[in-house]
């Protein structure tokens, strides 16, 4: 059977990354929509099989100057106050999380590279405690609360909520799980200029992408098919597309 996953991008080089073959490999066809250029409705968002809201350098709290943001929050909305299976990587779960009614803001400080993540017991318990132990990606400056009914799934030291999830169907990553390692160059060369006004050397990033590339490219298989597998099969269409094997590459 024949499933639609959209991926709203915000930055070209934010992609789906090591995602996209566990999404094709369980036959979803991928659609990108590019977030400022196209249309992000409610019907488009709550008719697709599997939503991704991707990252990107803006936030929550930017729609006056980027406005086509207000009316994505309010797809995202539609789509999440119908349960429908949705995935948000930072940004991205920032928009969840404000859909959902919960606060998103600046923190004043970032944090940018890779470092492990602190679980929770319901975390620890989850699709993420396949990454225990395993660094992943981290870039970001904003941080939002807990949704209501929602549980908390992990934590760094300096931003206690990394992860959330809803139910079976929404889950909400402020870190980068998508990012394959050895694409990270780009990143570089992409915020060059805020490595360098933080005073954060890329040489590291670089070093740590690629000694980390095939643990981490292992777990995120493992941890965001696990998560597919999971999706409510109250949802016919997940029901229908089987339980393919994603634990290794």
């Known amino acids: 059977m024949s499933l639609t ?11 789906l990354g090591l995602l996209r073959d566990v999404l094709t490999e369980r036959g979803y066809n991928i659609r990108y929509l590019e ?13 697709a099989d ?35 299976p949705t995935l948000g990587v930072c940004l991205g779960a920032q928009l969840m999380a404000a859909a959902m009614g919960a ?16 679980f929770t017991p319901d975390g620890a ?10 660094p992943v990606l981290h870039w970001h400056g904003d941080q939002f609360e807990i949704p209501a009914g929602a549980e908390r799934l992990a934590e760094t030291p300096g931003f206690p909520n990394q992860a959330f999830a809803a139910g079976r169907n929404l889950l909400g990553l402020q870190f980068h799980l998508e990012v394959d390692p050895r694409m990270v160059e780009t990143w570089l060369i992409a ?7 933080h005073e954060l050397d890329p040489r590291e990033i670089r070093a740590d992408a690629l000694a980390i590339t095939p643990r981490l490219t292992a777990a995120a ?14 949802d016919a269409s997940v029901t229908e597309s089987g339980g393919n094997d994603a634990s290794g590459n």
Do not use: K
């Not at 915020?191 to 006004?197: G, V």
């Not at 298989?221 to 109250?234: E, H, I, N, Q």
């Open 5 to 15: 996953a959209l991926v709203v991008r915000h930055v070209v080089f934010e992609d």
């Open 103 to 118: 606060a998103v803001a600046p923190t004043g400080r970032v944090e940018i590279g890779f470092s492990p993540l602190t």
């Open 125 to 134: 318990a989850s699709v993420l405690g396949g990454l225990a132990d395993v």
């Open 50 to 84: 599997l939503v991704v809201v991707l990252g990107g350098p803006i936030g929550v709290g930017d729609a006056e100057r980027y406005p086509f943001l207000t009316p994505e929050i309010a797809a995202i909305r539609a789509r999440v106050e119908r349960d429908r």
């Open 35 to 47: 977030a400022g250029q196209d249309e992000i409705t409610a019907e488009l968002l709550v008719d």
């Open 191 to 197: 915020n060059a200029y805020e490595l360098a006004i």
């Open 221 to 234: 298989r493992t941890v965001v098919g696990g998560w597919l597998d999971a999706l409510d099969p109250l």
